[in-house]
């Protein structure tokens, strides 16, 4: 098993420019989160998936992030338009309903 | 929110030696996991404790819960240089969303 693949690992973007992060959790694991970790706020849960669905975006900080699931194979994070202070480590993890599985995180910086 | 909260923010401490840290939580919880992230790496699973559970061993690792006092501790017994990362505890809320939320952690050095 491959584990959590995220991609890209780092990302360099213009300010106001569209970012797109990419998941593929783990096979058979039905809850997707993502997470986006700074120096200044820790590990924020920004969404979360179950089955594919979305249960909670209540930290998803603007409008301009919008998460998808289309299938249990693949998610995307996006931001639209970016801005500096979104520049941080953006994680995904999958459970299979108990613990969860990393990835290695996206580093994404907005100058 | 239910955030966590790590007790000391940052051990430094000599190999061989152990080291605890502590885990507060707000509300009632599922379960509460510890996670280790090294430096510029993602979090790696360390081990799971439900919330009828009090103790539970893996390895060097040993985790307490006292949900009546809502804390946790994890000990790490025996160090090593590669213990040094970020340790973080994330709890879920009692009506199983698995909705998980990490405390600020706490980073381990330990010196060889």
């Known amino acids: 098993d491959a584990g959590v693949i995220q991609s890209p690992r780092h990302e360099v973007t213009e300010m106001g420019q569209e970012v797109t992060l990419r998941c593929k959790p783990i096979?058979?694991?039905?809850?997707l989160f993502w997470y986006r970790q700074t120096m200044m706020r820790g590990l924020e849960l920004l969404i979360y998936?179950?089955?594919?669905?979305?249960?909670?975006d209540s930290g998803m900080p603007e409008d301009r992030f919008s998460a998808k699931m289309p299938n249990a194979s693949f998610s995307t994070l996006k931001i639209q338009p970016s801005e500096p202070r979104d520049s941080a480590v953006y994680f995904c993890?999958?459970?299979?309903?108990?613990?969860?599985?990393f990835g290695s995180g996206t580093r994404l910086t907005v100058v | 929110s239910q955030q966590g909260e790590e007790d000391p923010q940052a051990l430094s401490i000599q190999e061989g030696e152990n080291a605890t840290m502590n885990c507060s939580y707000k509300?009632?919880?599922?379960?509460l996991q510890w996670y280790r992230q090294n430096s510029g790496r993602g979090l790696v699973h360390l081990i799971l404790?439900?919330?009828?559970?009090r103790e539970k061993h893996s390895g060097r690792l040993r985790v307490t819960l006292d949900t009546s006092k809502k804390s946790s501790s994890l000990l790490i017994t025996a160090s090593r240089a590669a213990d040094t990362a970020s340790y973080f505890c994330?709890?879920?809320?009692?009506?199983?969303?698995?909705?998980?939320?990490f405390g600020t952690g706490t980073r381990l050095k330990v010196l060889a």
């Open positions: 994330a709890t879920d809320a009692a009506s199983g969303t698995y909705k998980y939320i």
């Open positions: 096979s058979g694991h039905n809850s």
């Open positions: 509300t009632s919880i599922n379960n």
């Open positions: 993890a999958s459970s299979p309903g108990t613990g969860g599985t």
């Open positions: 998936f179950n089955n594919n669905v979305p249960i909670d």
């Open positions: 404790i439900r919330s009828n559970e």
